[in-house]
C-alpha cells in the first residue's frame, strides 16, 4: 500500500511535536525513513532505537495513519536511515472530512426545548458526541441541543460551548440509552480543542496497550 518516496508525518508519543520524513525503501514488516526533520524549526532530530510515534501519510487523496516505533539505525548507500515497524493490516484509512472519534467520559450538559440535564459521554470526536441518557430523559431526532463539554487538555479544564441536532438513539444496558449528536455551530479553535483531545485520548491508549506487549 504504502509506496517508496512517500512523506510521513510523525508525532512522538511523548510529545507535542511533529516531524517529517520520508520512505526510502520497504521490506516486510519495515519502513526505511530519512531522519525525521521538525515541521516547524526545520532541523533534523535524533531518536533513540525504541522510540514510539503516531505516523500518518497522505496517498490517493486518503489520509492514511498507524503507529510505529524505531526498531534500529541504519546505512543505506552511506545515507542513514531509521528503521519504522510497519504492519500494513494495522494501518486506518480516514477520509479527510472525518474526525477521529474516541471512547471517553466527559461531563457534559444537554439542553432542549422541553428539558435540560447533566449527564457523561460516551465517545466523541470533532464533529459530534455521544452521550448517555437515563429512561425519563426523551430528546427527539432531529432536535436541536445546547450543549456545554467539559474538556480536560494539557492540565486545563476547558469548557466548551457547541449547538447540535440530535440523530440517533440506541437502547443501553440499565435502562440507559446512547444518543448521537452532530456538531452544528462550534468555534473553530473549540473544535481544534476537541480534536486536539480526541488524538492525546489515542496516543495515551495506544501507550497502555504498547506497555502490555513489552
Not at 13 to 30: L, M
Not at 99 to 116: C, G, M, N, Q, Y
Amino acid at each position: 500500500m504504502i509506496k517508496l518516496g512517500a512523506v510521513l508525518q510523525l508525532e512522538a508519543t511523548d510529545s507535542e511535536h511533529t516531524y517529517k520524513c520520508k520512505v526510502v525503501d520497504i521490506s516486510e514488516g519495515q519502513l526505511f525513513v530519512d531522519y525525521p526533520v521538525h515541521t516547524i524549526t526545520r532541523r533534523t532530530e535524533l531518536f533513540p532505537v525504541g522510540t514510539t510515534f503516531h505516523s500518518s501519510f497522505i496517498q490517493n487523496n486518503s489520509v492514511y495513519s498507524f503507529f510505529t516505533k524505531i526498531l534500529a539505525k541504519q546505512n543505506i548507500k552511506e545515507i542513514p536511515v531509521l528503521v519504522l515497524a510497519f504492519q500494513e493490516n494495522s494501518m486506518k484509512r480516514i477520509q479527510r472530512r472525518e474526525h477521529l472519534r474516541v471512547e471517553t467520559i466527559l461531563d457534559i450538559s444537554v439542553k432542549s426545548s422541553s428539558i435540560a440535564f447533566h449527564t457523561v459521554s460516551a465517545d466523541l470526536s470533532g464533529g459530534g458526541v455521544s452521550v448517555i441518557l437515563h429512561s425519563d430523559q426523551v430528546i427527539q431526532e432531529g432536535e436541536q441541543l445546547d450543549l456545554m463539554l467539559v474538556l480536560p487538555i494539557n492540565g486545563i479544564i476547558e469548557y466548551i460551548h457547541v449547538i447540535g441536532t440530535a440523530l440517533r438513539d440506541r437502547e443501553q444496558k440499565e435502562n440507559k440509552r446512547r444518543l448521537s449528536i452532530r456538531f452544528d455551530k462550534v468555534r473553530s479553535q473549540d473544535q481544534q480543542l476537541i480534536v486536539r483531545y480526541c488524538y492525546l485520548r489515542q496516543l495515551a491508549d495506544f501507550k497502555k496497550e504498547f506497555n502490555k506487549d513489552v
